[in-house]
T-cell receptor, first 114, second 110 residues
């Protein structure tokens, strides 16, 4: 059974550009969550999607957005990149997204903004 | 605002030592506490705890939850260099998100 797949693995962008990251969940999982991980802040919740609907959003500016497709694949977009957006972006999938179900994480996309 | 605090933030031990990692939380509508191990990129699932006082074990790792005092511990006995990683504690509530602490970086030296 394939795990959570994130693409690309690495990305270098320039300030002001925009970027789109992709996440394919485990087959049968309908919930996809996104997290930003930085050394100083740890893992911070970005948003969660279930059946193409955003059910929760973290405390990030509007430059961060996402969507989910009918096949449960999800994308997140960051516009007008800033140096502080450099981070590891992790996607996690679960059956339903609500506790106590566990989450399975992908390997992440390492974004570097220069 | 939900809050998870892990301690210590980093720890260096010798192979064979026993370590205890701590996680305290303040979460509205608490439903579960999860432990993950992150070696390179993808955090891998260790335990999910929902009931107080019931220890979960997997080999040399064990964890227990105290819902009255709002904390959990992760124990690793007879540590090995392969245990070197960041250990993440996260809590699940009813809001479709996990709230994580900053993690404990464990380094096991031969």
């Amino acid at each position: 059974k394939a795990g959570v797949t994130q693409t690309p693995r690495y990305l270098i962008k320039t300030r002001g550009q925009q970027v789109t990251l992709s996440c394919s969940p485990i087959s049968g999982h309908r919930s996809v969550s996104w997290y930003q991980q930085t050394p100083g802040q740890g893992l911070q919740f970005l948003f969660e999607y279930f059946s193409e609907t955003q059910r929760n959003k973290g405390n990030f500016p509007g430059r961060f957005s996402g969507r989910q497709f009918s096949n449960s694949r999800s994308e997140m977009n960051v516009s007008t990149l800033e140096l502080g957006d450099s981070a590891l972006y992790l996607c996690a999938s679960s059956l339903a997204g609500s506790s106590p179900y566990g989450y399975t994480f992908g390997s992440g996309t390492r974004l570097t903004v220069v | 605002e939900d809050k998870v605090v892990q301690s210590p933030l980093s720890l260096v031990v010798h192979e064979g030592d026993t370590v205890t990692l701590n996680c305290s939380y303040e979460v509205t509508n608490f439903r579960s506490l999860l432990w993950y191990k992150q070696e390179k990129k993808a955090p891998t699932f260790l335990f999910m705890l929902t009931s107080s006082g019931i220890e979960k074990k997997s080999g040399r790792l064990s964890s227990i939850l105290d819902k009255k005092e709002l904390f959990s511990i992760l124990n690793i006995t007879a540590t090995q260099t392969g245990d070197s990683a960041i250990y993440l504690c996260g809590t699940g509530a009813g809001s479709y998100q996990l709230t994580f602490g900053k993690g404990t970086k464990l380094s096991v030296i031969p």
